[in-house]
Structure formats: structure tokens, C-alpha cells
């Protein structure tokens, strides 16, 4: 089970960092991800690593203004958000995929959180 976190209002400009705790075991060859949502449209990758090496990818919106990281000690991944823009305003939800496929696809993660919502205030 993945529980996110750390949405809420914040001004253009400003920063968040948003968390998701996970329940279950999280194996090295997992795939972990952050995807966003906004009404009318298709939720949005904005970013993932694969949970044994970290390495991050991100969607081209978000690059040089996100950092996607995680705590194996807390089973835990971040979002780290900075240079907010309003259109980032979104619903986020973090995502696992256990076949390790590292896509940026939404129908290949099997386990999602509920959402976080973050607004940016322009």
C-alpha cells in the first residue's frame, strides 16, 4: 500500500516535497514513480527510478525543477518540487511497478497511492 503526502497550496516560485510511504517490501528491481493529474486530462508522468540504483528519469515538464529520490531505510519516495509553476497544479500520485519495466506509461504500475493535491497560486 502506498500512502502520499505533502500537498497543499504554494505560490508560484515556491517549493514542496511531497512523500509517499509504501507498506509493503519494495524490491531493488521495482520501479517507483511519480505521475500527476489534472481535470479533463490523462494523468502525466513527471518522473521515476528504479528502487535498487536510484537512477532518476523525468518528463521534460519537470527536468531541472524536480528530484525524485528515495529512503530504503523508511521505504520511502520523494518528490522535491522547486520553481513551482501554476501549471504544475495537479493531483500527484506515486506508483509501483514490481515487473521493474521503468516506463512512462500509467498502465504498467500495479499499485497506486490515493493522491496528494498540490495547487500553485500564480
Known amino acids: 500500500q502506498l500512502q502520499p503526502s505533502g500537498g497543499g497550496p504554494v505560490q508560484a516560485g515556491g517549493s514542496l516535497r511531497l512523500t509517499c510511504a509504501a507498506s509493503?517490501?519494495?524490491?531493488?528491481?521495482?520501479?517507483m514513480a511519480w505521475f500527476r493529474q489534472t481535470p479533463g486530462k490523462e494523468r502525466e508522468f513527471v518522473a521515476a527510478l528504479r528502487w535498487g540504483v536510484a537512477i532518476p528519469y523525468y518528463a521534460d515538464s519537470v527536468k531541472g525543477r524536480v528530484t525524485i529520490s528515495r529512503s530504503t531505510e523508511k521505504n520511502t519516495l520523494y518528490l522535491q518540487m522547486n520553481s513551482l509553476k501554476f501549471e504544475d497544479t495537479a493531483v500527484y500520485y506515486c506508483?509501483?511497478?514490481?515487473?521493474?519495466?521503468?516506463?512512462?506509461?500509467?498502465?504498467?504500475?500495479?499499485?497506486w497511492g490515493q493522491g496528494t493535491l498540490v495547487t500553485v497560486s500564480s
Open positions: 506508483a509501483l511497478d514490481r515487473r521493474g519495466q521503468l516506463s512512462r506509461s500509467d498502465n504498467v504500475y500495479d499499485n
Open positions: 509493503g517490501r519494495i524490491y531493488s528491481s521495482h520501479v
